[in-house]
């Protein structure tokens, strides 16, 4: 299947240039490169004898996005209102403090029983680290959302752990983590450190002097027993279809990808607004609102988030009374119905919260069940989401 290098990077940079909008002389630039890159894509597909129709879903989304976009109606922007521009702040050794809080966390239950560290001095660590990024941001005039990418993940990842019990469960989940991977044999004098951080892959693995080093995402933070099994056979034994698909069915769970969605949404930049190239959010809070709720749910904040994700499609953020919807559904081929299912299903997380049980967090409880079936055409729908997902 023919892939297309860099049209999902396009994809993002069309839609963070209309959430700015643009000036009368940007908008000629923009439709023209807009033009530009449509007529590139199709005479790639050309020349290896195929259709955009045919690229694999997130470019062929990428693809209909650029397409569907109204260039002779472009949002507009003042001459000389300031842009906001993520990736333009450096800061100097902010990965390789986050490196060494990782392997500060790894250490914990070592470092607690020989009394050098406990929970409340990291956490006060932590939030003094992420605080001074902030200050520092702030002495600039701009927000953590302005960092560089790698600096901006180990903010994220740290402001993460100091909110809530979000510190703790990291702390359970490096347990599991030490549990499954004693299961394996090293090599004698060989050590292991599994850093648990914010990524965009699921792992990486390398050899560091006398020690191998893992660094997994965050997202397996709610992983159990079988899910950590499942990566260590991956990481030790490699192409393990079992592991692989334990893997696979975790990563794809809400529990995976609130996770993620949570991390990124705490350096975001300004988010899109509700009206997105082809659907409005907030009409679909009102439809959905209606028929659903007779009309009393308060409306959260309502934004499409930025990248084409293909299993979430959807997350409700209860610290921010917030509903993210994914932008792979801002496309002319969904219709109405499948984004009103969406949102009808995070407006059950609003309304039915999250519990822990035995630190098992619950977030699809037996009345959440019983209320999504409500939905007229729920099977309909879930249908059609496993098909777009695939």
């Known amino acids: 299947m023919l892939k297309i290098k860099g049209l999902v990077r396009t994809f993002n940079q069309a839609r963070a240039a209309l959430s700015e909008g643009f000036t009368p002389e940007e908008a000629v630039l923009f439709a023209d490169w807009v033009r530009m890159k449509l007529k590139e894509i199709e005479q ?71 009394g050098i560290d406990d929970l409340r001095r990291i956490g006060d660590d932590l939030n003094l680290f992420a605080g001074q990024i902030e200050e520092f941001c702030r002495q600039g005039g701009e927000t953590p959302a302005a960092l560089d990418a790698p600096s901006r993940q180990v903010y994220c990842w740290m402001r993460f752990l100091t909110m809530g019990g979000n510190l703790a469960a990291h702390l359970d989940a490096l347990a599991r983590a030490r549990a499954a991977a004693a299961e394996w044999q090293l090599r004698p004098g060989q050590r292991l450190y599994l850093h648990m951080i914010n990524q965009a892959s699921l792992w990486r693995m390398r050899r560091s002097g006398d020690g191998m080093v893992i660094r997994v995402s965050e997202g397996f933070l709610y992983a159990d027993m079988p899910v950590w099994q499942a990566l260590m056979k991956q990481l030790f034994e490699s192409r393990c279809q079992v592991s692989r698909q334990i893997i696979d069915e975790y990563t794809a769970t809400e529990d995976f990808g609130d996770i993620c969605y949570e991390l990124e949404s705490l350096a975001a930049p300004p988010a899109p607004p509700a009206r997105g190239n082809v659907h409005d959010l907030d009409e679909c809070f009102d439809r959905v609102n209606r028929e659903y709720f007779g009309g009393k749910m308060a409306r959260p904040n309502l934004t499409w988030n930025r990248t084409l994700t293909l299993r979430i499609l959807g997350h409700y953020q209860p610290a921010r009374d917030r509903v993210m919807i994914s932008a792979s559904l801002d496309q002319p081929e969904v219709p109405a119905f499948l984004l009103d299912y969406v949102m009808y299903h995070e407006l059950l997380h609003k309304l039915h919260g999250i519990m822990y049980l035995n630190g ?7 009345a959440f069940r019983e209320d999504e079936r409500r939905f007229a055409g729920w099977r309909e729908a879930e249908v059609m989401l496993s098909q777009l997902s695939r």
Request: proline share 8%.
């Open 44 to 114: 790639i597909c050309a020349a290896h004898r195929t259709k955009p129709e045919r690229l694999p879903a997130q470019s062929r989304m990428a693809y209909q996005y650029l397409k569907s976009i109204d260039l002779a109606n472009l949002p507009g922007r003042q001459p000389g209102e300031r842009m906001s521009q993520p990736g333009n702040v450096k800061l100097k050794n902010v990965v390789k403090l986050g490196d060494q809080m990782a392997e500060r966390l790894w250490r914990t239950p070592e470092r607690i029983r020989s």
């Open 360 to 366: 098992r967090r619950i977030s699809h409880s037996a």
